[in-house]
């Protein structure tokens, strides 16, 4: 039985795509790691949570930084 290659205009393959995709949130949740878990202590679960929302926020109004960090943009 022979496998549906699907590509698109660029000549990806799906699996590549899903590749990409797999890396593009791999680099993100290490920012996330470095950012609000690493080498830092919060006294509680709310402190951490702050941190999260914080970095949540940082990603939403800086879209374009975000997207070169992530390697996305040129």
Do not use: P
């Amino acid at each position: 039985m022979k496998r549906l290659k699907i590509t698109d205009d660029h000549g990806f393959t799906a699996r590549k795509l899903r590749k990409e995709e797999r890396k593009i949130k791999e680099r993100l949740w290490k920012w996330l790691k470095e950012s609000v878990i690493a080498n830092r202590f919060h006294k509680d679960l709310h402190a951490i949570e702050q941190s999260g929302n914080s970095f949540l926020e940082y990603i939403d109004n800086h879209c374009e930084e975000v997207l070169q960090r992530l390697g996305c943009a040129a």
